[in-house]
């Protein structure tokens, strides 16, 4: 599902953020990305969703080597690529169902796909009853519920989550893991960037550990392993 091969990132100002990192996740993993900040995580995730080019090696997706695909292809890979971000960047002036649908368009969905499977997917988040809300009356919780809803309705293979419980309170970041780990089992291949160590070492998944750029640690079942 997703290759990494002696990738290597340095920026101009001679600082190396990876250096020859070398992973493979298979299809229908959930996967941890820890490591201490500057570790290399938002970099990492930065080159698997093409925001970034690596200074060596290839990333190939779903079979497919994204390091060589051109400019203009970009957005067709992306559609295999569902993100959630810790500050949930939802579209203040349109409703949750609004945001979700919106998601759709830009794929260039029909209006009668999108009115079959908007509330389908808000009813798996929990959000059926909000769907006329907006952002600004959420909870911050509900507001991360719809950014994910708004991951997923395009059924991505791969869902990247960074950060995702970063701003959230210990009890609504559990609901939130309780939904990922509910669309993992649905098949969906998650990488989540997270220092939510609690969650990490009760979760049990596998742990791929970044420190100053290299992958220091790969645990099948591992824990979180930091004192943050």
Known sequence: ??????????YKSDVTALSNINLKIEKGEFVFLVGASGAGKSTLIKLLLKEAEPTQGKIVIDGQNITKIHRRKVPHLRRKIGVVFQDFRLLPNKTV????????????????EIRRNVPTILSLVGLSSKAKMYPEQLSGGEQQRVSIARSII???PILIADEPTGNLDPET???IMRLLRQINRRGTTIVMATHAKEIVDMMQ????????GIVARDEQRGGYGYED
Do not use: D
């Open 1 to 10: 599902m997703i290759e990494i091969r002696n990738i290597s990132k340095r």
């Open 97 to 112: 169902y609004e945001n979700v649908a919106f998601a759709m368009e830009i794929v260039e969905a029909t209006p009668k």
């Open 154 to 156: 395009n059924n991505p």
């Open 173 to 175: 970041s559990w609901e």
């Open 205 to 212: 998944q596998r742990v791929i550990a970044l420190e100053k």
